[in-house]
């Protein structure tokens, strides 16, 4: 058995392994989306991996997908990792122990701090015992039933988004204060995450005073069976900017009534301004075991900061496992 870090060509067989050990209807994954998610195309840059290899045949691999993230007064290159994953014949041998601590060592040796994770049940407990993780957020779930919509006025001023332009790097500077804690929204991540991704159309929009970007939310649809459920999948605006969070989700609803979901679904921190507009709008919130989890990977300035939640803010879009 052989522990080695990702070389040229392993997709083809992550994508394999995938397959047979992960099959899912509503996740499936590409090598169209591995291309987009895991190498160069992402801005922060190429993802490190780790894979297990026994007799010539990837049996396990490991992720973790760089992120720019503000903490306080800086950015630094933090990481999601995703992608954990044992082909049966080899599970409950301790071989994701020994893959998943070279992806760690790996991490301290390119200078990434921390990384977080939306663990299932299963790999909650492994990765918070075995690889130090510690739980930092959990999410209730936000939702709306489709029928329970009120329809609100169409805002003029509201514009569908075709290139998340330089304005939006300027709608993030004058904003991101007031976020302690947040995955850096600039253009270029913005154009990345929900523009280049190949495999899945986004619906963003984005709200302007006098020719003055406000800003944006991003809607996605996803169907299960006779389903089709509405999730705002990010939205972000002057923190306390009442009018413009509000105007944004009322036309995320307007959105999501003309396509006739069944419910609108959400998961959010961070902002208790969009709580309370939720609530006015017949949002309830119910609590769910939604984990985010937390690793320290080496010492930083910022640690305590990051280590509290209230300075996080987090969207479904922070995650690039939440389609």
């Not at 899912?24 to 291309?35: A, F, K, V």
């Not at 006025?153 to 302690?180: G, H, T």
């Amino acid at each position: 058995m052989e522990i080695r870090a990702y070389r040229e060509g392993d997709e083809k067989q992550i994508m394999d392994l995938d397959a047979r050990e992960l099959p899912s209807i509503w996740n499936r994954r590409t090598l169209d989306n591995w291309y987009w998610k895991f190498t160069d195309r992402n801005p922060a840059g190429h993802s490190l991996i780790w894979v297990a290899e026994h007799c010539g045949q990837l049996v396990g691999h490991f992720a973790a997908v760089p992120f720019h993230l503000k903490v306080m007064d800086e950015v630094v290159t933090a990481s999601h990792t995703i992608g954990a994953l044992v082909d049966k014949k080899f599970q409950n041998r301790g071989l994701l122990k020994f893959v998943g601590e070279k992806l760690m060592e790996d991490q301290v040796n390119h200078n990434i701090p921390y990384t977080w994770g939306f663990p299932n049940k299963r790999a909650h407990r492994f990765e918070n015992v075995v690889l130090n993780y510690n739980d930092l957020i959990h999410f209730d779930r936000w939702t709306l039933q489709g029928n329970s919509i009120s329809k609100t006025n169409l805002n003029p001023d509201i514009r569908r988004i075709m290139e998340f332009s330089q304005e939006f790097d300027l709608l993030w500077e004058e904003c991101a204060a007031a976020y302690p804690v947040a995955i850096q929204r600039d253009s270029v991540f913005l154009n990345w995450r929900y523009l280049q991704r190949p495999d899945w159309e986004y619906f963003p929009y984005s709200l302007y005073e006098n020719d003055k970007l406000k800003g944006y939310v991003v809607l996605k649809l996803y169907r299960e069976e006779e389903v089709l459920r509405g999730h705002i999948i990010d939205i972000f605006a002057e923190k306390n900017d009442a009018r413009t969070l509000e105007q944004l989700i009322d036309h995320s609803l307007n959105f999501f009534m003309e396509k006739e979901v069944t419910e609108v679904m959400n998961l959010i921190w961070g902002n208790l301004l969009i709580e309370s507009l939720f609530l006015a709008k017949g949002f309830k919130r119910i609590p769910a075991d939604i984990p985010l989890i937390l690793r320290i990977n080496k010492e930083h300035k910022n640690i305590d900061k990051v280590k509290d939640n209230a300075n996080w803010y987090f969207t479904m879009g922070d995650s690039t496992e939440i389609f």
